[in-house]
Each structure stands twice: as structure tokens, then as C-alpha cells.
């Protein structure tokens, strides 16, 4: 199983994805000869077959937050991965509200769906689990569910960071330093300001992180608008650093911005 990044779905708000202007499958991480399903929202199911993904290979699925456009096929997702309980196992990795739900949000995952998995584990900020060879890590994230999360996946290849839904905030850069991937949720674009990252927030975080390379997605409506590759263009020119804004089905190989293979490339050359 070759590293990839590969996704199936680049839609932000409702509108977007209520009308799948953009699809909203959420994001397939394969590294380290695992399969990771990051945040199955509407469509997940389908995009992954339309994109040949098979699911059945899947060995987590993660939730970080319980929003209908992040986990609405996180029980589907699992009844495949398991043939509906036949096959009990992988991991199921969801943040607090997903879980159990809280005084608001109902949780997306249903009693049955915990049966079939594995093992189930709930991230809060700071806390770290493995998947294999694989550690990840929650990040703070600030979003109308209190209990969202950030990811950070640390891979024997490459080090990448996943912002989830937040808002800006100072201290965001500092979460995700180190890391030579960075996707970023960016709902709005230049000169819209909202509850979620706009693309002056996503400057700011790329100055301070410097990342090998940024992937944009979620899109709201204005940033389609906008044309999420004239952002992307414009955030490149104000970092310097590579910027992609994600298209539906996108494949990125992630070892072309790993820092390890760089360092080896160069020592080739001394």
C-alpha cells in the first residue's frame, strides 16, 4: 500500500454540500501499509467507491467533531469495514461529542456501530494514541462543538497535521509546527471574515508553521466563488510556501514533501 493522500470530498458549509457542489466524503490517509477514513461526512460510501477506495481495507476510522458534514457516514463507513459485524475489528478513533454526544449534539455513532469495531478510543487535546506504527495526536481546534479536535499524524515517512473545523486563533501556529503537511479547512476566502479559517487566517498559519506544503479544502460558497485556485495562488505568493487547493478526488503522495526524504536526497549528494 503505497503512501497517499487521497480526497473524497472538499465541501464546507451546508450549501455546499446540501446541493454537493462539492462532494463531502471526507479524506483517506494511507501510510505505513495502513488505511486511515478521516471524517466520513454525506457521500462518503459513495465517493470512496467512485474513487476506488475500498473500504473494507480501512484499519481506523476518525471523527473530530459531530457535525453532519464530518461523521453523517461514520456508520456505514464501519458496517463496511466490518461486513456488518461479521468481521470484528479496526479501530474507531472519535473526539468526546461524537462518542456520547453532550448537552446539545446527539452522537453520530450509534450503539451497534461500537459493537462491530475493534477497539474505540475518545481524543481529547494533548492526548496521543497508536494505530499500528502510526501515533496520532489531538490538537485544539475552537468550533461550535466544543469538543473538536485537530490532527497530527506522525508516520515513520512524513508528519502531517489535519486543522478540522476551528476558528483562528493565536496560539493555532504553534500546534501545528513541525509538521510537512498541513490541511488546512478553509471556508472563506481573502477579505471574509466567519466562524471558521479564511484564507488571510490561512497566511498567517503558514508564515508561522512553514510547512513543506499546504493543502486548502472545505469550501464554502464564497470561496468557490472566489475560485479556491486563485486563493491558493494568492496564499502561495504571501508565504512562499507551496500551496494546493484540493479538488474532489485528488491524489497527493506525500513522500515528495517528506523532510526525512529530503535530508536522505542530500545526503546523497555530499
Known sequence: ????????????????????????????????????????GPGAVTMAAQFGVNLRDTDAVIVTHNHINHCNDINAVITTMTYGGMDKRGVLVSNKSAYNGNDELTPYITKFSKRLVEKSIILEKGQKVGVGDIELMALEAKHDDEDTIGLRFFTSQFNLVYSSDTRYFKELGDEYKGCDILILNVVYPFNEKGKQLSSDDAVKIINKVKPKLAIITHFGIKMLKADPLYEAREIQKKTGVQIIAAKDGMVINPISYSAGLRQRTLTMYK
Open 1 to 40: 500500500m503505497q503512501p497517499k493522500i487521497i480526497f473524497l470530498g472538499t465541501a464546507g458549509e451546508s450549501l455546499v454540500y446540501g446541493k454537493q457542489i462539492r462532494a463531502s466524503g471526507g479524506i483517506i490517509i494511507h501510510a505505513d501499509n495502513l488505511q486511515f477514513m478521516v471524517d466520513p
